[in-house]
């Protein structure tokens, strides 16, 4: 019942008005002498303007490179300056910032030597936009803090409400809405004031964005529906496609499937008329995340797939790491972890190349997701740390609170509740301060699911009760209909299955209200547990028989191998073993192909169960050590801190096959595995020495503590030649420094933390200091193991996609 909140960066359309340039009529006096020279540069810029506003920025920047080039062969500063500013501009739009700098802070040289002040102070915004697209919050307020007086100081009151506005887009980005729209309410008026309608469509749709970052849908689309109409009548066309990309967005949050395709499509339409290439490929990316919201994941990657090569063939780098983090989405949700980490991988190179600091953090935070599916928990852990850090630093609010609870859910994954609630909590009070009532009742959500593992079911109700009204308030009916599905699975829990029946039974309409088609085979699945658990198989089979096909149909793997070991469970618990093989078997080798080796351990664990009940303990014994083995290997993944708990949590398989070795005369057997699973660590720091591990850090490390190793026995040799009581406290502070620094070592990497588990030749070694006739095996279970197999926990409604 874990729900999982991946975030992946849906495109937003910011529209910030950047004010005029007053260089054109300057240059224009200047080389009235040389006029048909001056006016072709001028129409290479115009040229090269045009292109930048149709999305055509490589040929934008080849255009402002001939201009540039005639500029400085006129020796015509101004002139020069505006190329160098065009430039830049295209350089930024494709995602190139550091060349953007470069270009920016070329162009602020000629503008200041020419005292051209409104020059100077449009170089310094878009400087400050370069800093925004990478992240750095802090520079980009500096630079629009720099241009803000000057815009004043010239008076010029257009370029005053744009920087007012662009600060405005900063402070939203921050997650202050407060002071946000603070500066759009300041750059509102003048935009009015000044008749600039374009500039004050545009402010109106960026307080749309905050309202819509708040969860206030009805006042967002109240602003958007304010600008849409200035837009037309400005025959603004591509902010005319923006708007409706952002109310299409709205509709995406709410829920409403239809309704946000038909705005996208009547975006996508707009944005193909203007030539807007750029536009084209970020709401045709936009619409593939629509439909993997639907659960339509070959339409989802059809759209993904139009959207990439546009991204290219503009030379939109950001656009096309945001595309391809997308598909990394689609493939992770079709259980394809290979895939989607190799579109996940790629993304990432992107983003570190042309420094776009808050989607790293977002992919990394998505592969962390990954691995955590995987079960490689510390891996996930270590790609969440890196996404939280990068979070931080850029003051990516909404992205650090989405890490956090990555991070919780990777502990609630591994039964450290008390670790899980710490980092629930801090992402819960990220998002009450930053004013996201959708994120804050998503983080209640997950608290609700912590303390229903905890067995206190009070308090989970508690929570999630909390969390219900506010996805009314904000009109999310997806995640409405996620909180009543757990509060049905509490009451499940508690064994009142009316009561559990009865929330599930309020989630399955909203999940098809909503074209949810995952939540919807997610409900379903779920009341077949429940009439299992009430003992009624057939209504059981029934409404796994309906999931099961919607799962098939959404390409949901994962799923569709837990409600085939569900059914299998059915046909196993009416005493029919072959149907109940059947559909173990179905599920074991999809379970394998999508990498859920946790999975796959409990299929083979009740494969081993259908042999011992058919009488084949040979094959019950195989099936149930390949299970443990792949136990034994996902423990081998994990820091030594969680590893005890892994061991209580999985040990159904252990009891099964060490009862069926000890019925089937093979107790060495059996004291084997009973040690090796039930034991998980053997303090003996000399299996640290001269050991080679894969991991280079850990090696490093190892090397260090070996060195150190190696002072201890030099220290030990001098004692025997040489004794004396400084030499022995020497050793003995050394030996305890050694010791610890095992321990870390132990503590830090599984790959150490694996060295002291038990072996079988631990086990030997322990067995020639016993008795004759004895054995050291763990107390056998009173009872043999269940009759009932071991089942899957039920499911959790699909993630959602967080906005950034």
């Not at 081998?636 to 019925?663: C, H, M, W, Y």
């Amino acid at each position: 019942m874990i729900g999982r909140w991946v975030s992946s960066l849906l495109t937003v359309s910011l529209l910030l008005g950047m004010g005029s340039l007053s260089p054109w009529v300057e240059a224009q006096t200047v080389l009235a002498q040389e006029r048909m020279s001056a006016r072709e540069v001028r129409e290479l810029l115009l040229q090269g303007a045009q292109q930048t506003q149709q999305g055509r920025p490589v040929q934008a920047i080849e255009t402002f490179e001939r201009a540039l080039g005639a500029a400085r062969q006129l020796q015509v500063r101004e002139l020069e300056a505006v190329a160098l500013l065009g430039i830049g501009r295209n350089y930024n739009r494709i995602g190139q910032r550091q060349k953007a700098l470069e270009f920016y802070e070329q162009a602020l040289i000629p503008f200041q030597e020419t005292n051209n002040r409104s020059g100077e102070a449009s170089i310094l915004t878009n400087i400050g936009l370069v800093y925004y697209a990478l992240g750095n919050r802090t520079k980009s307020l500096d630079y629009f803090n720099q241009a803000l007086p000057i815009f004043r100081e010239v008076g010029d009151r257009p370029g005053e409400a744009a920087t007012l506005n662009n600060i405005g887009m900063v402070y939203n980005a921050l997650g202050k809405r407060t002071e946000a729209l603070n500066y759009y309410n300041q750059a509102l008026p003048i935009r009015r004031e000044v008749g600039d309608r374009s500039g004050e469509a545009s402010t109106l749709n960026n307080i749309g964005l905050v309202y819509n970052a708040l969860g206030n849908r009805t006042e967002a689309l109240n602003y958007y529906s304010q600008a849409f109409p200035i837009m037309r009548e400005e025959g603004d066309r591509s902010g005319e496609a923006a708007t409706l990309n952002n109310i299409a967005l709205v509709y995406y949050s709410l829920g409403n499937r239809t309704q946000a395709l038909n705005y996208f499509n009547q975006a996508l339409l707009i944005r193909r008329e203007v030539g807007d290439r750029s536009g084209e490929a970020n709401t045709l990316n936009n619409m593939g995340l629509v439909y993997n919201a639907l659960g339509n994941r070959a339409e989802a990657l059809n759209y993904f797939n139009q959207a990439l090569p546009i991204m290219r063939e503009v030379g939109d780098r950001s656009g096309e790491a945001n595309t391809l983090n997308n598909m990394g989405l689609v493939y992770n949700a079709l259980g394809d972890r290979t895939q989607a980490l190799n579109y996940y991988n790629q993304a990432l190179l992107i983003r570190r190349e042309v420094g776009d600091r808050p989607g790293e953090a977002t992919t990394l935070n998505n592969i962390g997701g990954v691995y955590d599916g995987l079960g490689n928990q510390t891996k996930a852990l270590d790609y969440y740390n890196q996404a939280l850090e990068i979070a931080r630093q850029v003051g990516d609010h909404p992205g650090e609170s989405s890490t956090l609870t990555g991070i919780g859910l990777v502990y609630d994954a591994l039964g450290n509740r008390s670790k899980a609630l710490d980092y629930y909590n801090q992402a819960l009070e990220i998002a009450r301060q930053v004013g996201d009532r959708s994120g804050e009742a998503a983080t209640l959500n997950n608290i609700g699911l912590v303390y229903d593992a905890l067995g206190n079911r009070t308090e989970a109700l508690n929570y999630y009760r909390q969390a219900l009204p506010m996805t009314r308030e904000v009109g999310d009916r997806a995640g409405e209909a996620a909180t009543i599905h757990n509060i049905g699975a509490v009451y499940n829990d508690l064994g009142n299955r009316t009561e559990a029946l009865n929330y599930y039974r309020q989630a399955l309409p909203m999940t098809r209200e909503v074209g949810d088609r995952s939540g919807e085979a997610t409900t379903l699945n779920n009341i077949g547990l429940v009439y299992n658990a009430l003992g009624n198989r057939t209504e059981a089979l029934n409404y796994y028989n309906q999931a099961l096909p919607i799962m098939q149909e959404v390409g949901d793997r994962s799923g569709e191998a837990r409600t085939l070991n569900n059914i299998g469970l059915v046909y196993y618990s009416l005493g029919n073993r072959t149907q109940a093989f059947k559909y173990f078997n179905q599920a074991l080798p999809i379970r394998q192909e999508v990498g859920d080796r946790s999975g796959e351990a409990r299929t083979l664990s009740n494969m081993g169960l259908v042999y011992r009940d058919t009488n084949q303990p040979d094959k019950a014994i195989t099936y149930w050590e390949d299970s443990l083995n792949i136990l034994l290997s996902l423990r081998s993944e994990l820091q030594k801190e969680f590893r005890e708990t892994f061991l209580q949590t999985n040990r159904g398989p252990t009891v099964a096959l060490v009862d069926i070795l000890i019925d089937q005369n093979q107790p060495q057997r059996a004291f084997e595995w009973a040690n090796r699973v039930t034991t998980y660590e053997l303090a003996d720091y000399n299996r640290l020495i001269g050991v080679r591990v894969a991991n280079p850090e850990a090696q490093a490390a190892l090397d260090d503590w070996n060195e150190q190793s190696q002072q201890v026995q030099a220290l030990r040799q001098q004692l025997r030649d040489n004794f004396s009581t400084d030499l022995v406290d020497q050793m003995r502070d050394l030996e305890a420094q050694v010791n610890q620094q095992a321990e870390t070592l132990a503590n830090t990497y599984p790959e150490v933390a694996e060295l002291f588990e038990i072996q079988p030749e631990d086990l030997s070694q322990l067995q020639t200091i016993l008795p004759p006739g004895n054995r050291c095996l763990t107390t056998r279970s009173p009872h043999k193991y269940p009759k009932r197999s071991q089942h899957d926990r039920p499911l959790s409604p699909q993630p959602r996609q967080s906005q950034r």
